[in-house]
C-alpha cells in the first residue's frame, strides 16, 4: 500500500501535537498548553509557510474525523453509568439543559446577526454549545458547514472553560452537581476536563450534562432548522 507523504505528515503530525500537549499541560498545569489552544496554534504555525489550506489538511486526515463516530456511541456509557443521578435529579438537569439550550442557540442567532454573518455560516454558528460529535451533524442538517462548526464548538469551549473557572469564585455554587453541569452546559468537551479539575464528582456531572445536551440538541434539529 502507497502511502502519499503530506497525507501521512499531516496525520503523524496532529497526534504528535496531541501526545506532546497533553503531556506539556499535565505537568505544566497552564491552560495555555492544552491540546485545545496548543494543538491548533502548532498546526497553524506549520500550515501558513507550508501554503496548505484548510480544505486539504481536512481531507488528509478524515480518518481522525471518523472517530467521532464511535465517540458519539461511547457516549452512552456514562449515561448508563450515571442513570441512579439522573434517576434523582433528572427535574433540576431538565430544566437546566433546556434552558441552556434555548440560551445558546438564541445568543448563537443573536451573534450572527450582529456580525452580518449570512447563509451557512451563520447556520454554522447556531450548535456551536453542544460537542463536536453532535455539533456537526445537525450543522449539516441545517444546512450549515459542519468543519466550520467544529471551529466555533472550540473557540465556544475554550472561553467557557476559561469563564466557568472565574464563574466558580463568583457564584455560591455548592453543590457538585451546580458546579459541574455549569461546565458542561456552557462549555463541552473542554468544560468537562476543566469540571475533572475541580473534583471528580464535578466532571463526572460536566460530562453526563454534555452528552444529554447534546442529544437533546440532536432531537431538536429538525424543530430548529423549521424555525430558522
Do not use: C, D
Not at 496532529?14 to 491552560?31: P, Q
Not at 463516530?69 to 434523582?88: C, D, E, K, S, Y
Amino acid at each position: 500500500m502507497n502511502l502519499e507523504p503530506m497525507p501521512l505528515f499531516w496525520f503523524v503530525l496532529t497526534l504528535a501535537a496531541y501526545l506532546l500537549s497533553r503531556w506539556l499541560y499535565r505537568r505544566s498545569g497552564r491552560y495555555l498548553l492544552s491540546p485545545l489552544l496548543f494543538v491548533p496554534a502548532l498546526l497553524l504555525a506549520v500550515a501558513i509557510p507550508l501554503h496548505t489550506a484548510y480544505a486539504e489538511y481536512s481531507s488528509n486526515t478524515h480518518l481522525l474525523v471518523l472517530l467521532l463516530g464511535p465517540a458519539t456511541v461511547a457516549f452512552a456509557v456514562p449515561i448508563w453509568q450515571q442513570r441512579a443521578l439522573l434517576v434523582r435529579h433528572w427535574p433540576a438537569l431538565s430544566l437546566g439543559m433546556l434552558a441552556g439550550s434555548t440560551v445558546a442557540i438564541l445568543s448563537s442567532w443573536w451573534l450572527a446577526n450582529a456580525l452580518a454573518l449570512e447563509g451557512p455560516v451563520s447556520l454554522s454558528l447556531v450548535p456551536r454549545s453542544i460537542t463536536t460529535p453532535f455539533a456537526m451533524p445537525i450543522a449539516t442538517g441545517l444546512g450549515g458547514v459542519p468543519e466550520l462548526t467544529a471551529i466555533f464548538v472550540m473557540l465556544t469551549g475554550v472561553f467557557g472553560a476559561l469563564v466557568g473557572g472565574l464563574l466558580l469564585k463568583w457564584l455560591p455554587l455548592r453543590s457538585a452537581l451546580a458546579r459541574g453541569a455549569l461546565f458542561g452546559v456552557g462549555a463541552h468537551g473542554a468544560g468537562v476536563a476543566r469540571a475533572q479539575e475541580v473534583g471528580s464528582e464535578e466532571g463526572t456531572v460536566a460530562g453526563l450534562v454534555m452528552v444529554l445536551m447534546g442529544l437533546l440538541n440532536l432531537f431538536a434539529a429538525p424543530l430548529i432548522a423549521h424555525l430558522i
